[in-house]
Each structure stands twice: as structure tokens, then as C-alpha cells.
């Protein structure tokens, strides 16, 4: 386990389709002087830098850590650029963490970002002959045959992924950072958008946003002295899956269950949906909210969706699922897997804001990504371990 | 902190156009052999970390198909940077501190021949500053030895003779690209390709792969007669502007080599990522090491230069002579970015 990491500082820009009024540097340095005046911090007090995106295409700048290490103060530092597809976020967290955990360093930067005005995501994530046949169109094409199978799996209700929906996006109301907000959101809305990739409709989709996060981490003696209530890192866990086997299950993958497992025996978890006060899981496509439920340990296999229908993944329900609004509301994508990361965080440092859960204690940040075979998963807590 | 050791390296012959493979195809006998030679079986290797970057293939996620080279079934614990692969040795290595785990795979391909290289690493620079204007890395590499020529009294001559002792020492390994006796002399009489540089002062195009196993304490003592210890590792990085910072010096280096104790010691060897031969000096300077201290006995980058993977071969050429016996302490440096911008150094010991 090493030495204790806390996160002391968050910050968040506010997400959006297009921020044309601020560059890359300028984009980055909104959420990290935020994340600076949350852990009273200044340029100085930083050790090191590590920095995450997911595809560097989507801005057109081949590993852009060079270019914006005048823009992070990473000049003279150390400073690390981690891809790992759409877990990037969570994996950069996750290296971050690890730099304080192995007692090297006090304080530590981490940022992701994405500006995906410069691009179109949607092409960009449509992987192209010679690499692969060309059969699907963005990952929404990628992703609904997986979905199919789970509903054909399970017998979910088909409004299962409305209702996911719905919740999300009442939830971003809540949350100033949001990119997608609709005010008179109803069931209805949501079950008459436009089908996009059948059975996922408009509203049950992400959007492609510009925007970023960034948290500044702590050792012990350094957590201590902070203004604000740090949150301390319970467990960490990553696990990878190959993209080209046959063995693979991809609606409930191997990766996910074995990174969960561990995460819960390092954090000393017996009952995750009890123990647990709330949980900010990676959910690009609403029905990934129950698969992810039963990936993860919360329900049985095969009733994952229950908890969506029951109201239990409500920010009132017993297990308040994405009450940030979750990657449905705001999705810059190399900055999607550290949102939940710092969601969670926030959660338990009591800063969440309109959309507080009351009493959080105990909560999990979930990213994956690539074709559901990268997985990055943090426990936080505010009472140190 | 504690001791961890590399215990062993394999990597790809440097070959200017691979035709016959593709990166998965690349990575997998490397990967292979590296797991083989360290004695470790895979599936007891904890950790499991890559470098490599889409811009030299042109799509994206280039790194997510590769990771089928490593047979991660059942499920592994890996990561990934965008950077070359001595940056994914010290993720893990700082892994590795932390207690939990005791060894670790890492690897990196780079296959440069599915693009135009020098303006492929245009898109590397400031997109609103520089890129625009379009600089090739090498016409950039030779601003920086223009800057060094001038202001350190070496000469052109200087530089031809290390691109002849790099071309000498590669006739020994079977990994290089370019290799052969050159008269340095001789070498002098070709024209300019950027002035001051000409093409023997430049590294050749190469797609190539390697990888590396680490272990720590007892666990490389078990496998390995002589495993080669990481005494000292650290990593800076400088301004990215080119008229921000001295090009003439390597602050970042001269920063990393102190923080892992180069010159805490007498040094026999250095493996340098200098892909152009100024940049040997520049990197020399910086650590400050001794005239007889040895420099690229593989022939370096010079021979052959994978990107995403010529840092990590560093390492692992370096561990090598340890593993060999040829040396008892060497000196390991990467390099990323235009003229040297982030550097990492370690310091290696024999048993």
C-alpha cells in the first residue's frame, strides 16, 4: 500500500461543445487554478506533473505534453503524459497517486483534458482498413450490439436505459460544470429523441465536450495542512483485456470483475453496495449503468438493471449513482475517467455541492475504456485508512 | 527506496520500412523473448506498462491492438504512456516502490516508416506558435547545433567522428541499422543537408521494438546471476518554446543526472538517446562525464532509432554490459521532444 495519498485539490472547467474562448493552455489552467485554490496551493508547492488524454488526433498535436509543459509549470519538473483509451483519465489518477503512495514526491499535479471542438470524435473513433474492418461508425456502433446482448441476456424492461437517462440528466441540473443540461427533461423527451445506434437514443448518448480536470494530490504530512477536508485513497486497481479474443465476455468483462475484486480486498470491502455511500461510474451509453452495476459487484448477474428501475442508483436511492450527471451530461473524453475520480473525491469531502449525497463517507471512481477492456477504479474516503 | 534491477532486454533489429510485420507482429517475439530470458513466468509478472504513439502509425489507439502481443489472459494490471518507452520503465519502477508488486514487463514499438517522419514531428511542436510555420526536426536539430558549434569551440570534424566510432561500435550488434567503417575525413566532403548538419549527423528512420523485465531484491537475485540495479532514476522537463531555453545546454539532464547520482561515482559507460550527434556532446557536458568514460558502444541512435523505443533500448543496452560483466556502473539517458526538451537519466550498477 505504501505511504497515504490524499486528494486535496479539484477543479473542473465548465464543459462544453465548443469553449472558443479559451486555447488548450487556457482550457487546462481554468481547472487546475481552480484545483490551486481548493487545496491552497500555488506553482511552487508542485513536485510533479502527470497529464492524460485519450487519442492525441482528436486535437491534432502529437504528444501535446511537450508543448504545454510552460502551461502546467512542469518546466524543471517531472512531468508524465499516460494514454490508456478512455480509462485514461482514471490510469492518470491512478500514476499520479502512485508517485505519492511510493513516497517520491509530496505533492503531485494531474490533469486531463479534451478539446474535442478541434475534431470530429465521432470519425476519429471509427478505426479505420488496413487496422480493422470497417463495420462500425463511432463507438455508439461499437458499443449497441453489446448492449443488445445484455438486454437479450437479462430481459431488462426496454425503458431501462430511459430511465438511467432521465436520472443523469436530472442530476447535471444540479452541477455547474455540466455540458448538457435540459430544464424540462421528462421520460417522455428521452424516449422520443431520435434513435441513433438502436436500441441507444439521442438523449441516452454522450456528447463530445471541451473541457478539463484537475487534482492536486498529497502525501500525509501535506494532506494535513490543507484548508480544505482532503479525501483519502482506500485502493486503486487497474486491469487490461486483450482487443482480439475469442474468450472474451464483452457485455460483463473479465477485466472489470478481477479490477473490482482487488480494489474491494485493498480497500477492506466485504459488501460494496452496502459499504459504499455513492458511486461515479463511467457510462457513456445509458444502458452501461446497469451492466456496470452488475460488472462491479453492486447486483447479482442478470438484475443489474433492478437497481435503475427500483430508484436505488438515484441521488436518492441507496446507492446514489452519478449524481455529478455523469459522462451523459458532460464528456471531454481524456477527462471523462478523472471526472468520476474527482466526483467521487468531492463526494466524500462533502464539496459536491447541489448534488451532494448527504454523509457520503465511502465512495468509487470508475473509468474503462477501448472496446470494454481497460479498466481504472478508485476507493476514496474522508477518514484516512 | 527499494532495490529494483533490470534482469533482462530483447529488441527487434532496426529496419528502415518493416514490410513483413505489423506492430502486434513486432512486439510479440520481443515481448517474448525478454519474459524467456528473465526467467520470470509471464503470468507471475505483476505489472505490465507500454510507450509507443499513434502518430507514428496515423490512427488512433495503436497502443490497444498491441497489447494483444502480451497475452493479457486472464486479465493484466497495465498501463500505457504516449511517450517513449523509458517513461513506461519508470511508471513502473515507481510501482514497484510502492511494495505491492515485485516485477514488471515493459515494452515499446515505434513504426515511423507508415509516415513522413521529419513532418510528423512537425505536429509535435505548439499548434498556434509553431507548428504553423512548419519546422522539420531537422532543420530544428540544426538550429541547436549551430548554437552548440558556436558557443562550445567544437568543430564539424568533432561530429563526424562520432557518427563514424557509432557506425564502428554497431558492427558488433546485431540490432543496428546502419553500420560500417567511415572515414571521417571522407565523411566531411558530403554536402549539407541542414547546415551545420549533414546526413551522418543524423539518425537513420528505423520501426523497431524492444522490452525489458524488472525486478526487485530478492526476486532478481533469484532469477538473475547479475542482475543490473537502477541505483538513481529521475526525469525533467524544460521550456518547449525553442527561444526559452539555452540550446546549447541540457538543464533538464544536468538536473536528472545529479537527482540520480551520475557523478556519485566513476562511470564506465553511457548509453545517451542523442539521435543527433551534437546532441552526444551536449548530453556529455551535462552529466559531465570524464573524457574516457564510453559512449553508445551499440552504436546508439545513431545506428538506429526507433522512436518510442530507442530510450528504453538505452536502458537496456546498458544493462547488458552489467548483465555481461563488461561494466560494473553505467549511466542510461532518454530523451523526448525537439533539441533534448525532457530528459531522463539512471544510473545502473552491476552486482
Keep these: 500500500m505504501g505511504e497515504h495519498c490524499a486528494i486535496v485539490g479539484i477543479g473542473q472547467t465548465k464543459h462544453d461543445t465548443l469553449r472558443i474562448d479559451v486555447s488548450v493552455p487556457g482550457l487546462i489552467r481554468e481547472a487546475v487554478t481552480k484545483a490551486f485554490e481548493d487545496a491552497g496551493v500555488s506553482w511552487g508547492d508542485i513536485d510533479a506533473v502527470v497529464l492524460g488524454k485519450a487519442p492525441d488526433m482528436f486535437e491534432g498535436t502529437m504528444m501535446p505534453e511537450l508543448f504545454l509543459a510552460d502551461a502546467l509549470g512542469a518546466v524543471g519538473k517531472p512531468m508524465l503524459r499516460v494514454h490508456t483509451a478512455g480509462s485514461v483519465g482514471g490510469s492518470t489518477a491512478l500514476v499520479a497517486a502512485s508517485l505519492i503512495q511510493a513516497g517520491i514526491h509530496k505533492r503531485v499535479l494531474t490533469v486531463a483534458y479534451e478539446k474535442q471542438s478541434e475534431s470530429n470524435a465521432m470519425w476519429a473513433l471509427t478505426v479505420r482498413i488496413p487496422f480493422q474492418q470497417a463495420i462500425v461508425a463511432g463507438a455508439g456502433g461499437y458499443f449497441a450490439p453489446l448492449i443488445r446482448a445484455y438486454m437479450a441476456r437479462t430481459k431488462a424492461p426496454e425503458d431501462t436505459g430511459i430511465r438511467v437517462a432521465l436520472k443523469d440528466r436530472l442530476n447535471a441540473l444540479k452541477n455547474p460544470t455540466s455540458h448538457l443540461t435540459f430544464p424540462d427533461v421528462t421520460y417522455d423527451m428521452v424516449r422520443d429523441s431520435p434513435m441513433l445506434w438502436d436500441p441507444i437514443r439521442y438523449l441516452e448518448t454522450c456528447p463530445s465536450s471541451d473541457g478539463a480536470c484537475a487534482m492536486v494530490l498529497a502525501a500525509e504530512d501535506a494532506a494535513k495542512q490543507s484548508p480544505n477536508p482532503p479525501a483519502w485513497v482506500h485502493g486503486t486497481a487497474m486491469r487490461s483485456e486483450p482487443t482480439m479474443f475469442p474468450g472474451r465476455d464483452q457485455v460483463n468483462p473479465q477485466a472489470g470483475r478481477d479490477c473490482a475484486a482487488e480494489l474491494y480486498k485493498k480497500a477492506g470491502i466485504q459488501n460494496p453496495r452496502k459499504e459504499l455511500d455513492c458511486a461515479e461510474i463511467y457510462v457513456p451509453f445509458s444502458w452501461f449503468e446497469p451492466m456496470w452495476m452488475e460488472n462491479l459487484g453492486f447486483a447479482p448477474e442478470g438484475e443489474g438493471w433492478k437497481m435503475t428501475q427500483e430508484g436505488a442508483t438515484a441521488i436518492d436511492g441507496d446507492l446514489p449513482v452519478n449524481a455529478s450527471g455523469g459522462v451523459l451530461s458532460s464528456n471531454p473524453i481524456g477527462a471523462s475517467g478523472m471526472i468520476r475520480f474527482a466526483e467521487s473525491a468531492l463526494q466524500v469531502r462533502g464539496r459536491a455541492g447541489e448534488h451532494q449525497v448527504p454523509g457520503a463517507k465511502k465512495a468509487l471512481g470508475h473509468a474503462y475504456g477501448g472496446g470494454s477492456q481497460f479498466f481504472a477504479m478508485w476507493i476514496v474516503g474522508s477518514e484516512q485508512p | ?351
Design chain 2, 1 to 351: 527506496m527499494r532495490d529494483v534491477a533490470i534482469v533482462s532486454f530483447a529488441q527487434a533489429k532496426n529496419v528502415r520500412r518493416e514490410l513483413d510485420a505489423n506492430e502486434v507482429e513486432m512486439v510479440m517475439p520481443v515481448v517474448r523473448e525478454a519474459v524467456e530470458q528473465s526467467g520470470i513466468p509471464r503470468r507471475e509478472i505483476d505489472f505490465t506498462c507500454s510507450g509507443s504513439c499513434d502518430y507514428l502509425a496515423g490512427q488512433p489507439f495503436s497502443f490497444v491492438s498491441a497489447l494483444d502481443a502480451v497475452g493479457a489472459w486472464p486479465p493484466i494490471s497495465e498501463s500505457h504512456v504516449e511517450m517513449d518507452g523509458a517513461w513506461a520503465l519508470y511508471e513502473a519502477w515507481v510501482k514497484i516502490q510502492i511494495g505491492d508488486i515485485d516485477s514488471a514487463l515493459i515494452y515499446a514499438f515505434g513504426k515511423a516508416s507508415m509516415g513522413d517522419l521529419p513532418d510528423v514531428l512537425t505536429l509535435q511542436l505548439d499548434p498556434y506558435y509553431m507548428a504553423p510555420l512548419s519546422p522539420d526536426s531537422v532543420s530544428l536539430a540544426a538550429l541547436q547545433a549551430r548554437a552548440y558549434l558556436e558557443t562550445s569551440g567544437h568543430s564539424e570534424r568533432d561530429l563526424a567522428v562520432i557518427a563514424a566510432r557509432s557506425r564502428k561500435d554497431a558492427k558488433t550488434n546485431p540490432a543496428a541499422q546502419l553500420t560500417g567503417d567511415f572515414d571521417p575525413e571522407r565523411l566531411l566532403g558530403d554536402p549539407y543537408l541542414v547546415s551545420p548538419l549533414r546526413k551522418h549527423d543524423c539518425p537513420p528512420i528505423s520501426d523497431g521494438a524492444a522490452a525489458i523485465v524488472l525486478a526487485a531484491g530478492d526476486l532478481a537475485r533469484k532469477v538473475s546471476k547479475r542482475p543490473a540495479w537502477i541505483r538513481g532514476i529521475d526525469h525533467r522537463i524544460e521550456a518547449h518554446g525553442l527561444g526559452n531555453r539555452d540550446l546549447a545546454k541540457s538543464l533538464s539532464t544536468a538536473e536528472a543526472g545529479r537527482r540520480a547520482g551520475v557523478g556519485d561515482g566513476n562511470v564506465d559507460v553511457a548509453e545517451l538517446h542523442a539521435p543527433f550527434t551534437h546532441q552526444e556532446l551536449i548530453l556529455r557536458d551535462a552529466l559531465g562525464l570524464a573524457n574516457d568514460v564510453r559512449v553508445n558502444p551499440s552504436g546508439g541512435p545513431l545506428a538506429g532509432n526507433p522512436m518510442m523505443v530507442a530510450g528504453l533500448a538505452r536502458f537496456g543496452e546498458a544493462a547488458r554490459l552489467l548483465m555481461d560483466g563488461q561494466a560494473s556502473r553505467a549511466v542510461a539517458h532518454a530523451t523526448s521532444g525537439p533539441c533534448l526538451q525532457q530528459n531522463m537519466v539512471a544510473v545502473l550498477e552491476g552486482e
